[in-house]
């Protein structure tokens, strides 16, 4: 039998994470997630609590150029720039918003493998400015595990970005990944919850 969905968050009723949300944040810089076909139906997919916080935000789903038709034409007519590490990428704790001003940042959402899958299918990609982090914040998504040292989730990647190209207080973004934690958490056997935190030391 199909669960029951909350029409709000699209979290399940057990789950769903309504009450954590606050007024949305409005975002100068369009966030655009580029979202791999695997990760939309996973339960703790911190997208949705994106587009849930966020007054500007634009996702889309898929893999290969086809699929981005939308996303190609908004690169070539805008500032825009990809979150993705590399040599050339640009640390955004030090951008000169007058130098480099960026109006729309992509994002890709996925495993690593599936990240680079799409950064491999969307040459497109490669001619947007990378940005990246000098420092990167602790990562507390501790019920997902990360696949890299310098892995954070979507969610805390977005939130850091327009924390410091944007000075914007990120907050309620941490607030509602934490509530969607408790949530997902409340109804594990003790001994799995343990070992799900005991990992974070």
Known sequence: MKRSTCNICHFSIKT????YISPVITNKTTIIILQHPSEVCVAKNTVRLLNLQLDNIQIYEGESPSDFFIPQKIATSSHCALLFPG???LQVENIDKNLTPIDTLF????TWKKVNKIAMLNPWLGDLQKVSFSQLPENKYSIRKAEQSYSLST???????????????????????????????KFMPADVKQRYFNEEH
Do not use: R, W
């Not at 994002?107 to 996925?110: I, N, T, Y």
């Not at 970005?161 to 607030?175: G, Q, R, T």
């Open 87 to 89: 040599e050339n990428a």
């Open 155 to 185: 969610l805390e990647a977005c939130a850091h970005f327009l924390s410091c190209y944007e000075s914007l207080n990120v907050k309620p973004l941490h607030d509602l990944l934490a509530g969607m934690i408790h949530e997902q958490t």
């Open 107 to 110: 994002v890709l959402d996925g």
């Open 16 to 19: 769903c994470v309504c009450h």
